[in-house]
């Protein structure tokens, strides 16, 4: 998996500058007018050029110098260099892709995901079965490879892995024959080392910063121990009786040239001695003359950084340069490279030992060097290392030099956190190369002044527990929770000491102490009515509280079982034989129902107090108790007892039973308590709007408590809706658009020739249709009969209501629609006298598609009547069309006939379509 960054458009430009830079000091002269000076991050990116690239910058830098371009302006060159540097863009950003993307190492994490080839899970459906050992495999799951980067497949050979990518471990499973059948993705998850692994060693990342922090500073004055060489240039200034400036560079030979002072050997010489010899010549041969001597461009040098460091060479750095910049071009000591004992070698001999720990740790930089020309830098092996994690300020590896001490290394590692545990620390050492021992001390103590360390050693300072000792915790819903100080003799009162102190909704009938025994750890719990012991502080309501008890508050608007159950838990798991697990449960009309530790002497008013007291709707006169037992050891046995409900909430002591282990209290709701149910009354009724109804109450008699219809109404195309139906409706849609795909599937695999292309065409179209069909849930009602306008007191037409009925009563309509296979589907004004096919005719008449046996009318209140035979319509009686009436004219599906359920698909659809019409018109 490769992780790919963006790179600016700009990109080419700064990294074309900055190579142009640095090749332009290369090939032009240091002496010329128009050399360049190197920043730190052009001559890093010059050191890490490649040998091929950089030969090729080469000549086209000289070929532009050849023809005369200005290499002092760099941004004048970038368009010639623009493919050079766009190659070099592309080079960098392959270099990253590649150093980014993860690889397979010891002890890797991977998820692979082996998915049957689609051709063989088709094959599995009929006959192909898994091996066992693959079935294992088949999926997504997670492994980890072992400490020589193998990966362990279940019932497979292992398979080598390190090194490789995600996208090469993909290639090499798929290439094992067993796992051929699958198709293969493979993630490697980046690791994450934890405890003394995820220790870095100390100082390392001190040169990997991109900064120029350890670049020698060529600029500001130069110090006076300096030492003057070939290459310096040296400005002198004359005033007084004569007078001039001049900028002379020292030659090869070490001899400065002045005018009217002749020449002068400086090789070697301090800078602060240099001038005290100019002022004396000026002195005695140039009367009346004083002289400004400072020093301008300065030389560079060349220096050698060898041993264990990140790229050992040969490097040109200024005459300015110390042993730590010179480190930081080198790109800084490996890991495997001291810190400690890093040499300088002058003329073949060691001048100086520094130790980077020094800067480091105590900021003294005095080992740090100037270099000279020809100086060595040699980086030798990293001596003894010791770990220090836990609870000290710096956790890392660090190395040791001469004899140290525990002490010492807690020093190195910045001293011990505030919370650490020094008497518990231990140390992990190897012993004699041999075996692996675990040594603990007090490293706080004198001992651990004295105790050496050694190498490979890991020192661990625990931290101290996290528990607070002498205190009391008030957790849930507190304005002011959180650890208390407890003292001997405290009571509930004073931790709480009023309602104030809780937040808004508390239930003060049911604080659960969780208390832990000091000696044995043991879990216990007891609750205590918080409202009682703020009345009355003397009475055994309050409490007295013991150290490490922890008060929970709870909240009557959220449920408590989040703190119960982890609570139950402990209790169970110290249950064992003679001392069973003890706890009680409640359920039915309280606020909270569920499980709760059983206290001693525990009644039913105290377990509904622990549940929040009785809803609104529980039923207060008597309520049930389950009780189970064993009998004999040999069975459990389960009784229910009576409880008078009304006595125990009297306060009635004989009434109030006391509980057992694994009791269970139902509270029963009141008979006949339910929500209130509504229904709507929209349209020409004479007071329209939502109405509370009652179980059993009927439309008509919501109808009278309405007014009645407004004269304007049109009762016969009333239209009633229940959710139930609609649900019902729906579910059978779905049911008849599966049939009919499975249909059209079969349909689909026989000769065309046989079934017709119209046929799968008509069939692809009704599903659609049904697909996007909504239902609506409507009840066909005779409103006019119900309301007794025919005179009827409409008893056997009423209707009994449900929640969320709806009652919708148009206008009177003057309409006949005609739908279906119509040349003209339309809506006809109503005459009187017309019949059925007057209206067809009117419409266009009949389609080729039509089914002239089948035409029905749905009347407006939703009622269906034929004047033919039809396999699901009886004959109808009345054949008179009537205002608001919908002529249908169904599709001939025995023409195109492969499903002989096609035709109830299109009369749905149709009835659905003027259901859904209706509806959305009365809206309109």
């Known amino acids: 998996m490769k992780k790919c960054r963006e790179r600016p458009s700009w990109l080419a430009l700064t990294l074309g500058t900055a190579v142009l830079a640095a090749l ?67 080079s960098a950003a392959e270099s990253e892709e590649e150093v980014e993307e993860l690889r ?19 094959e599995q459906q009929r006959e192909f079965e898994l091996d066992v050992a693959l079935q294992r495999v088949e999926g997504s799951r997670y492994y980890e490879l072992d400490d020589t980067g193998v990966l362990h497949l279940p019932g497979l050979p292992s398979i080598p892995l390190l090194g490789l990518t995600a996208e090469q471990i993909q290639q090499r499973l798929g290439a094992e024959p067993a796992l051929s059948i699958f198709e293969i993705t493979a993630t490697i998850l980046e690791s994450t080392s934890v405890g003394v692994d995820a220790l870095e060693p100390f100082g390392y990342d001190l040169f990997e910063a991109e900064s120029g922090g350890f670049m020698p500073v060529t600029t500001g004055p130069v110090p006076p121990d300096y030492i003057l060489g070939p290459g310096d240039s040296v400005r002198v200034q004359l005033f007084g009786a004569q007078q001039g400036i001049y900028e002379i560079e020292v030659t090869r030979d070490g001899i400065l040239n002045l005018p009217e002072l002749g020449p002068i050997t400086v ?18 041969m140039l009367l009346g003359t004083q002289a400004s001597v400072t020093l301008g461009r300065l030389r560079t040098i060349q220096v050698f950084v060898l041993g264990d460091v990140n790229r050992p060479g040969s490097y040109i750095v200024s005459s300015l340069a110390t042993m730590t910049s010179a480190l930081y071009r080198s790109g800084g000591v490996s890991r495997v490279g001291t810190l400690r004992n890093i040499q300088l070698k002058r003329n073949g001999e060691t001048a100086v030992r520094l130790d980077l720990y020094d800067a480091l740790l105590r900021g003294d930089t005095s080992g740090d060097w100037r270099l000279q020309p020809g100086d060595v830098i040699f980086i030798p092996p990293i001596g003894p290392q010791v770990s220090v994690s836990g609870a000290v300020k710096r956790p890392a590896v660090y190395e040791t030099r001469g004899e140290t001490s525990i002490a ?54 625990p931290e101290i527990l996290p528990d607070f000792e002498q205190s009391v915790t008030l957790v849930g819903h507190a304005n002011r929770a959180g650890p208390y100080e407890w003292r001997p003799g405290m009571r509930l009162s004073d931790l709480i000491a009023a309602k104030r102190e809780l937040r808004p909704g508390a239930d003060t009938g049911y604080i659960l102490i969780r208390r832990e025994d000091p000696r044995t750890r043991r879990v216990s719990a007891i609750s205590a009515n918080l409202s009682d012991a703020l009345a009355n502080p003397a009475s055994a309501a309050n409490v007295a509280l013991q150290a490490r008890d922890t008060v929970h508050v709870f909240s009557l608007a959220f449920g408590r079982q989040r703190v119960i159950e982890p609570l139950l838990e402990e209790l169970s798991l110290q249950g064992r034989s003679g001392e069973p697990y003890r706890e009680v449960s409640v359920s039915g009309e309280v606020r909270a129902s569920g499980s709760y530790p059983l206290e001693p002497e525990m009644r039913v008013s105290d377990l509904i107090r622990a549940g929040g007291s009785l809803s609104e709707q529980a039923y207060p006169l008597k309520a049930e108790v389950a009780r189970y037992e064993v009998v004999d050891g040999e069975y459990r046995r389960t009784a229910v007892v009576d409880v008078d409900l009304e006595g125990v909430l009297r306060g009635d002591t004989a009434a109030d039973l006391r509980l057992q282990a694994h009791d269970n209290l139902r509270i029963s709701k009141i008979p ?35 007014g009645g219809l407004t004269a304007a109404a049109f009762p016969e195309g009333a239209i009633f809706l229940r959710e139930s139906l609609r649900l019902r409706e729906q579910e ?42 909504e239902a609506v849930g409507r009840l066909v009602i005779d409103l006019e009969q119900l309301a007794g306008r025919t005179g009827d007191n409409g008893g056997v037409f009423d209707v009994e209501l449900r929640d969320g009925d709806r009652l919708l009563v148009p206008k009177q309509s003057q309409e006949v629609t005609v739908i279906g296979e119509t040349q003209q589907n339309t809506s006809h004004l109503f005459r009187p006298g017309l019949s059925r096919n007057d209206y067809v005719a009117m419409s266009g008449g009949l389609t080729r598609r039509a089914d002239k046996q089948l035409i029905y009318v ?47 698909v299109t009369q749905i659809l149709y009835q659905a379509a003027i259901a859904v019409a209706a509806v959305q018109t009365f809206n309109d």
């Open 24 to 90: 332009a000091a290369i090939v032009w002269s240091p002496a010329s007018a128009q050399s360049i000076q190197l920043t730190p991050e052009q001559q890093q990116l010059l050191d890490q050029l490649p040998p091929a690239q950089r030969e090729q910058a080469l000549r086209q830098i000289e070929q532009l110098r050849q023809q005369g371009a200005d290499l002092s302006d760099l941004s004048s060159l970038s368009e010639d260099l623009a493919p050079l540097f766009e190659d070099l863009e592309d």
């Open 104 to 122: 397979a190492e010891p002890d890797s994490r991977l998820i692979l995901t082996l998915e049957l080839k689609e051709e063989l899970e088709r």
């Open 267 to 284: 090789a070697g010489l301090p800078f602060s001695e240099f001038r005290r010899d100019v002022d004396r010549r000026v002195e005695e």
């Open 408 to 461: 010492d290394a807690v020093r190195l590692a910045g001293g011990m956190l505030p919370d650490a545990y020094p008497e518990r620390a231990r140390i992990e050492r190897i012993e004699g190369n041999r075996v692996r021992k675990v040594l603990s001390l007090d490293a706080g103590s004198r001992a651990a002044e004295s105790t050496p360390t050694r190498a490979g050693d890991v020192l661990f300072i």
């Open 672 to 706: 006949d308590w339910d929500t209130l149910w509504t229904m709507t009354l929209e349209g020409e009724v004479r007071f329209p709007g939502e109405y509370r109804i009652r179980q059993g109450e009927t439309l008509r008699q919501v109808l009278d408590r309405a």
């Open 732 to 773: 059978q849609i779905e049911v008849l658009a599966r049939r009919l795909e499975a249909d059209l599937t079969s349909l689909s695999l026989q000769n065309i020739d046989t079934t017709g292309s119209g046929a799968l065409e008509t069939g692809q179209e009704l599903l659609t249709q049904l697909r996007t069909t």
């Open 858 to 904: 749905v009347r407006a209140s939703g009622a269906v009547v034929t004047t033919n035979r039809s396999r699901w319509l009886g004959r109808g009686r009345h054949s008179e069309i009537h205002a608001g009436d919908t002529i249908v004219v169904p599709l001939d599906t025995g023409k195109v006939r492969p499903v002989t359920f096609w035709t109830n």
